[in-house]
């Protein structure tokens, strides 16, 4: 199956924002078997768009199409692929009762240009929109080469997820039923380079049995598995291949499918009916705010402070003036009785805590921008080291946010988290 | 001049790797005033590079090509345009050299496939590249509406960002130099929606004098507008369309240009030597978090409580347990005993806090998941409303954060954010 994506806003030809929708699409089309055969960016004008469309019909047994699906004078898709498809537009009258529903719960009243989000191609089937007030639509176009499957969904890359992942992607397998299959497993790691996780798992999977794929959304590296073989096979080379990676990987895996590191950790915590207090300087909230985003996280954490200031350091954390003066706020000293003085303040099993310079100012030659300080305090053990690491403040703040939260897997898997977190550029 | 931005190479096309280059490129390029038509996407195979660059002709005065230029087996860019464009394949003896020496200079023998890199097709103009082996090139290719510019150069992005500024955009400028130009202004909003929005600014600015586009990146909305004049003329233009706009957009716009609703507020309280201490609970962090984002905020933020727990908000923020037992944790009541008691805490010119229900769990009948409470407390004064917000964990955390930032923002301008956040699905 022949597939062309093609994303559609002038934010995207004017270089305001990067194309993160066709990389998504492309990235979950390869894991189901389709070739991603081109992708195509246009502007939101309805001669570009057309272009586009009739470009891809050419080409494409599948398109995918993201955005201009909203209610202003700009979004443009659905009239524009009615016309190039020969179809009236037609008023979907559920969709747009649903609308009027949406403004009427927050007692607004609905400007008139959002009922243009109720029209769709005749013949089209609707993609519901759970987060949005745009739903998507999927149309069959006839094409010189015999057809062409159309899906169009909006440009808000949370609600296309979404939509992809519970209604497309499932529609997709019933079309393919039969046909080889591509069933791909991944694995999210931390703690090693792109380039060292190739050599550690290189051979692990002969090509003949799944190819390996690499993907770096940093600060973590996910690794997926794909193979292909006819449906009665596919499961078991699928779980044959990802056993030899998960051997190979140890303790770089922090977790597989699409799970994410404060996941992982709350899971581990959960389970221990452990909890946790942090306390933050450089990293600001990020560890709180990533440890809050796991739903059911209220179980397991406790609080939060961000002691943005040596005053703060010392009258809630209770960080001894001595140590500041001595060692200064970014210092393993310092991170050790912030860890501390969190756990003492708020009776947690564990105390995290991160201090460090983030930039761009505040750098001195003996503690560069990218100096950062870990600690973690437990029952019976305070632990702590200085790392040294690089980019601007916010790729800092979210690289001390992941170490630390690594900190925290590794010890409640019981190792010396000091020792693990190995960190490569 | 109307350009194509042509990408090649299978990691995008498997969603391996986000194609950074072509929004680089839409970027400069706009920035000069050249109109970017379509991006195209294709991965390493012969016939889909020869598809690209034959669909670009037909649309383009300048198509700019990145990757595939360097020596193994598939990198077919160079072979591909030599022949779509009807020409020989000659060898640049210089560039020979160059290479030669290259690898003389660090004591290696060359392996012969990288002679393929001084392989230029015949009438090209050779494009140094000082920082790799593979230098890009330019070539005047004649097409059915004329002739097309057409520059190639490397996919690795510091090789093509340099060769593009110190060779293509001063080439480009001389070949555009008196022709109109396009420049654009953009406003940030929130607390109106986009269908709001579009009414709001309808009629503002002609679209002889300029084309108004929005983007949703919500919780914000932006509107800019682009103007296409002559190069005397557009700045004058600009600003009037700017003006027009400003003036219907009133409060609901925060920042013009790329700022961030944290950083207008940081500048508000930089500015006013102001400082705050946030109280966080539904949002965990997240406040603290976009507060420290911006480069400078130790100035201005002097601590962030996260009280997870009620016990949390007693002892440390100094909540009683009356208030709490009698109005419950998400209420008003409590909302603004925590921005009293934070300020009071660390001393804070502002106190913020934020208590809510972001779900999934734990939503009752009289209050609903997304039922969160918003509280300022500041000399004299404590405000607080409580909102019925929608949506996912995070996207509660999300729009809770953004309302309370503007309440930051509404209360520097002295104006009463109880009554000015009115937020619109």
Redesign the interface.
């Known amino acids: 199956m022949r597939a062309v994506v093609i994303s559609t806003?002038?934010?995207?030809?004017?270089?305001?924002?990067?194309?993160?929708n066709?990389?998504?699409?492309?990235?979950?089309?390869?894991g189901v078997g389709v070739d991603?055969?081109?992708?195509?960016?246009?502007?939101?004008y309805p001669e570009?768009i057309a272009?586009?469309w009739r470009?891809a019909l050419e080409?494409a047994d599948l398109i995918i199409c993201t955005g201009g699906l909203?209610?202003?004078?700009?979004d443009l898709t659905t009239e524009t692929v009615a016309r190039v498809a020969g179809r009236e537009l037609v008023m979907d009258t559920a969709v747009a009762d649903r609308i009027r529903q949406?403004?009427a719960a927050?007692g607004?009243i609905m400007?008139e240009?959002?009922l243009k989000q109720a029209l769709f191609p005749s013949g089209a089937i609707i993609v519901p929109n759970a987060?949005g007030?745009a739903p998507g639509f999927r149309l069959e176009i006839a094409t010189a080469h015999g057809s062409c499957h159309c899906v169009v969904l909006p440009g808000?890359p949370?609600e296309m997820k979404a939509m992809l992942a519970e209604q497309v992607l499932p529609w997709l397998g019933e079309l393919r039923r039969g046909s080889d299959e591509y069933r791909s497993h991944t694995f999210q790691t931390f703690g090693i380079s792109e380039s060292a996780l190739d050599e550690l798992v290189a051979g692990a999977v002969d090509a003949a049995d799944g190819r390996v794929?690499?993907?770096a959304a940093f600060p973590q590296i996910s690794l997926r598995v794909t193979v292909h073989a006819p449906p009665r096979d596919v499961e078991a080379r699928l779980t044959a291949a990802a056993a030899k990676l998960r051997e190979r990987l140890g303790g770089y895996c922090y977790g597989e499918g699409n799970t994410t590191m404060e996941a992982a950790v709350g899971e581990l915590l959960a389970r221990s009916g452990a909890t946790i207090a942090?306390a933050?300087s450089c990293?600001?909230?990020?560890?709180?705010?990533?440890?809050?985003?796991v739903?059911?996280?209220?179980a397991y954490?406790?609080?939060?402070?961000?002691?943005?200031?040596n005053?703060?350091k010392q009258?809630?954390l209770g960080v001894p003036a001595a140590t500041l003066e001595q060692h200064g706020a970014v210092s393993c000293e310092v991170a050790e009785e912030m860890a501390r003085g969190v756990r003492r303040?708020?009776g947690s099993t564990i105390g995290l805590a991160t201090t460090g310079i983030?930039?761009?100012?505040?750098g001195t030659p003996e503690k560069p921008v990218g100096t950062v300080c870990v600690a973690l305090d437990s029952a019976g053990a305070t632990r702590s080291r200085r790392y040294q690491l690089w980019g601007t403040?916010?790729w800092v703040?979210l690289l001390t946010s992941q170490i630390a939260l690594d900190w925290v897997r590794r010890t409640q898997l019981g190792e010396d988290p000091t020792e693990s977190a190995i960190l490569k550029r």
Not at 9 to 20: A, C, I, N, Q, S
Not at 283 to 293: A, E, K, P, Q, S
């Open positions: 806003g002038d934010e995207l030809t004017t270089g305001r924002t990067v194309d993160t066709a990389n998504y699409l492309a990235d979950q089309l390869v991603v055969v081109s992708m195509l960016v246009v502007g939101d570009r272009w586009a470009t080409q909203g209610p202003t004078a700009d949406m403004f927050i607004r400007p240009n959002n987060l007030t808000v949370r794929a690499f993907r942090v933050e990293t600001g909230g990020l560890i709180g705010h990533r440890l809050t985003d739903p059911g996280s209220s954490v406790l609080a939060d402070v961000v002691a943005y200031t005053a703060v009258s809630v303040l708020v983030a930039g761009p100012d505040g403040r916010d703040k």
